[in-house]
């Protein structure tokens, strides 16, 4: 089965910037939709992100114009680029990629902001 690699997560202070990085443990030749997820502390579990290969991407509303997903074909990677964080984005952040129709997590990396 395919597992999902994630880093990048840390302690930044409001107004800083992380970049999280997701890849697939094996060649993946089909990759139709990828992106990200964040679960803050009693809370459920939130789109953040997405991208469709191809086609385009998609957002929460309160992320964007300070996040971006992006991906590197040449490593099989997708990326998170998030700036001008605020309190509210801390969150375990999980990546996510649809392969060959199965939903696919990653294991989750921490986003802590301060004020």
């Known amino acids: 089965q395919v597992q999902l690699v994630e880093s990048g997560g840390g302690l930044v202070q409001a107004g800083g910037s992380l970049r999280l990085s997701c890849s697939p443990s094996?060649?993946?030749?089909?990759?139709?939709?990828m992106g990200w997820y964040r679960q803050a502390p009693g809370k459920q579990r939130e789109f953040v992100a997405i991208?469709?290969?191809?086609?385009?991407?998609n957002y929460r509303d309160s992320v964007k114009g300070r996040f971006t997903i992006s991906r590197d074909n040449a490593n099989n990677t997708w990326y998170l680029q998030m700036n001008s964080l605020k309190p509210e984005d801390t969150a375990v952040y999980y990546c996510?990629?649809?392969?060959?129709?199965?939903?696919?997590w990653g294991q989750g990396t921490q986003v802590t902001v301060s004020s």
């Open positions: 996510y990629a649809l392969i060959r129709g199965n939903p696919t």
């Open positions: 094996e060649s993946i030749f089909s990759l139709f939709a």
């Open positions: 991208l469709i290969s191809e086609t385009g991407t």
